[in-house]
């Protein structure tokens, strides 16, 4: 029997603001797709990958790609990922989990080139906004001398102390939802599907361009199924009716009703135990925990599953 790991999560409610979106000039926007016929804001799943990867580094996991605060760019040990012919004990977790792929231009003229890839095993969905963007921006001036390089008058160095300079950015106050999939018998040490879900749980810094925008990405939410059926059947099952202010998973029930999703296959985890969403999947014979709890005992089940 095959074991698949699926979870879909919701974030808090909070204030997005200049999460990879595009610059242009003096203007930073959201990304935005339409989402049931409506403009939402999204969250790109690399950027959602970037801060697992930070994380992976930062809780003393070595990762074959880290960012390298003084170059303000990405670094490599193993460029080549030539420590895959070494066995699994010399990968990195984030090639493991992420997959790779380099591709070098052929050596000689009319010859093919070569190309070294692995399809990454933990996939992430782009996080889509729980409500739709109402088109709130916000309009700021930095003090002047701030930001000297966007002075207006270049040629005159005191003009840069003395104009300010104007700037707006796209806002979504909001809570994101997204999912992920990952087979752990697939990984060359299948132990990082519970080391992944366990840094999930911790999800910070995800958005940001040229700083990082505080935003909570941490679950308030989260239903994890850890089952033999390869497809998910979970992703994107929170849905609000009131603005964000509550979460309900209407799809998730009615899968369960369906026995297309079975209670004993899932991990919930709720922030706030008392929200009737707690009481809702209770009434189906879901055990509802702390977010933390849950994602605990989901990891545990992993580990044993493996065994």
Same mark, same amino acid.
């Given at each position: +029997?095959?074991?698949?790991? *699926?979870?879909?999560?919701?974030?808090?409610?909070?204030?997005?603001?200049?999460?990879?979106?595009?610059?242009?000039?003096?203007?930073?926007?959201?990304?935005?797709?339409?989402?049931?016929?409506?403009?939402?804001?999204?969250?790109?799943?690399?950027?959602?990958?970037?801060?697992?990867?930070?994380?992976? &580094?930062?809780?003393?996991?070595?990762?074959? %790609?880290?960012?390298?605060?003084?170059?303000?760019?990405?670094?490599? /040990?193993?460029?080549?990922?030539?420590?895959?012919?070494?066995?699994?004990?010399?990968?990195?977790?984030?090639?493991?989990? *992420?997959?790779?792929?380099? &591709?070098?231009?052929?050596?000689?003229?009319?010859?093919?080139?070569?190309?070294?890839? %692995?399809?990454?095993?933990?996939?992430?969905?782009?996080?889509? !906004?729980?409500?739709?963007?109402?088109?709130?921006?916000? *309009?700021?001036?930095? !003090?002047? =001398? &701030? &930001?000297?390089?966007?002075?207006?008058?270049?040629?005159?160095?005191?003009?840069?102390?003395?104009?300010?300079?104007?700037?707006?950015?796209?806002?979504?106050?909001?809570?994101?939802?997204?999912?992920?999939? +990952?087979?752990?018998?697939?990984?060359? @040490?299948?132990?990082?599907?519970?080391?992944?879900?366990?840094?999930?749980?911790?999800?910070?810094?995800?958005?940001?361009?040229? =700083?990082?925008?505080?935003?909570?990405?941490?679950?308030? +939410?989260?239903?994890? %199924?850890?089952? @033999? @059926?390869?497809?998910?059947?979970?992703?994107?099952?929170?849905?609000?009716?009131?603005? =964000?202010?509550?979460?309900?998973?209407?799809?998730?029930?009615?899968?369960?009703?369906? =026995? #297309?999703?079975?209670?004993?296959?899932?991990?919930?985890?709720?922030?706030?135990?008392?929200?009737? /969403?707690?009481?809702?999947?209770?009434?189906?014979?879901?055990?509802?925990?702390?977010?933390?709890?849950?994602?605990? @005992?989901? !990891? #545990?089940?992993?580990?044993?599953? +493996?065994?």
């Amino acid at each position: +029997m095959t074991l698949h790991v *699926f979870a879909n999560i919701v974030t808090p409610y909070g204030t997005a603001s200049n999460n990879r979106g595009e610059k242009g000039g003096n203007t930073t926007t959201l990304q935005k797709l339409l989402w049931k016929s409506q403009v939402h804001t999204t969250v790109s799943a690399e950027s959602i990958r970037f801060a697992i990867r930070r994380l992976f &580094a930062e809780n003393g996991e070595k990762t074959n %790609r880290f960012w390298d605060d003084s170059e303000q760019a990405n670094a490599w /040990i193993d460029p080549e990922f030539k420590s895959w012919s070494e066995g699994k004990n010399a990968t990195f977790i984030d090639d493991d989990l *992420f997959g790779y792929m380099r &591709a070098d231009a052929p050596k000689e003229e009319a010859k093919a080139g070569t190309a070294t890839i %692995r399809r990454g095993i933990l996939e992430i969905t782009r996080a889509v !906004s729980l409500t739709p963007w109402s088109g709130d921006v916000s *309009f700021n001036a930095a !003090s002047p =001398g &701030a &930001a000297p390089s966007a002075a207006k008058n270049k040629k005159d160095p005191e003009s840069k102390k003395q104009n300010p300079v104007p700037y707006n950015a796209e806002i979504h106050a909001t809570r994101y939802q997204f999912g992920l999939a +990952m087979t752990p018998e697939k990984l060359a @040490d299948p132990s990082r599907a519970a080391k992944a879900l366990n840094t999930i749980g911790t999800l910070r810094s995800v958005a940001g361009n040229h =700083g990082r925008f505080l935003y909570d990405f941490a679950p308030e +939410m989260i239903v994890i %199924r850890i089952t @033999d @059926d390869p497809a998910p059947r979970i992703l994107y099952c929170f849905d609000t009716e009131d603005g =964000g202010k509550t979460v309900s998973a209407d799809s998730l029930i009615a899968r369960i009703d369906s =026995g #297309d999703v079975l209670a004993s296959e899932l991990f919930v985890g709720v922030s706030d135990l008392s929200l009737p /969403i707690v009481e809702s999947l209770k009434n189906k014979g879901v055990k509802v925990f702390g977010v933390r709890k849950a994602i605990a @005992d989901a !990891s #545990d089940s992993i580990l044993k599953g +493996m065994k």
